[in-house]
């Protein structure tokens, strides 16, 4: 692969799973609070709503990352080494 590929495709990963780490940490904190109490503080409420948050908008841009063309760049980019 070339050093322009390597780069890219390095910064994707990181990226990927960065985001990922922050995703899945949000919906553990959304399942461990909703499993916690039935009544959930008011701070606890807050946490709950901005955990529910980032885990939708989250899974929402893993998947128009993978879509990117970023991931088509490299295909195309190993498909004309064969």
């Not at 990963?13 to 399942?31: D, E, K, M, P, Q």
Request: with cysteine.
């Amino acid at each position: 692969m070339k050093p322009i590929a390597q780069s890219l495709l390095r910064i994707f990963l990181l990226i990927f799973f960065t985001a990922n780490g922050y995703i899945l940490l949000s919906g553990s904190v959304c399942f461990w609070l909703s499993n916690q109490q039935d009544d959930l503080s008011p701070q606890q409420t807050r946490l709950f709503d901005t955990c529910t948050s980032t885990w939708t908008q989250g899974t929402t841009q893993i998947f128009t990352l993978l879509d990117n063309n970023i991931l088509k760049l490299l295909q195309a980019e190993k498909d004309g080494k064969k």
